[in-house]
């Protein structure tokens, strides 16, 4: 089965972790990043209510063909206890019946609403959740 370790970070940590997942799998790996590149104050104002709204933000769309991958492995920061803005836009590009599995980074704790609310959205938008986890990641 392909698989693809898919990212987005806004400090570095959650690219940190989907490193490791995507060197100790031996798969290929892209990051996501937003069309506007978000400051600490955006992140706040913006991002984090977004985040606990489940809503999306705009993206740049990766230049790898989806469609030629079974299993998705999504790394994200967590934002305000949710899945930041970019994960839930990540879902939406993903080839629908794809098998998935979510990873949340955290620097503060559990998020088990984040993770449960991230879950159903991957499932809401026809995506096949096989495993779901949070990684403490260093401050």
Known sequence: ????????????HT????EKIALGINSEIIEIKEVKKRGMFSAFLSGCPAALK???????APEADLTAYERFII???IWAGYAAPA???ILEILPKGSEVEIVL?????E?????????KKAEDL????????????AV
């Open 111 to 119: 998020s088990r609403k984040g993770l449960a609310g991230a879950t």
């Open 75 to 77: 790394c994200a920061p």
């Open 87 to 89: 994960f839930n836009s």
């Open 126 to 137: 026809g995506l096949k959740v096989v495993s779901s986890k949070e990684i403490k990641t």
């Open 1 to 12: 089965m392909k698989s693809l370790v898919i990212y987005y970070s806004f400090k570095g």
């Open 15 to 18: 690219k940190t972790e989907a």
């Open 54 to 60: 489940q809503k999306g933000s705009p993206i740049v």
């Open 105 to 109: 980074c955290s620097g503060g704790g």
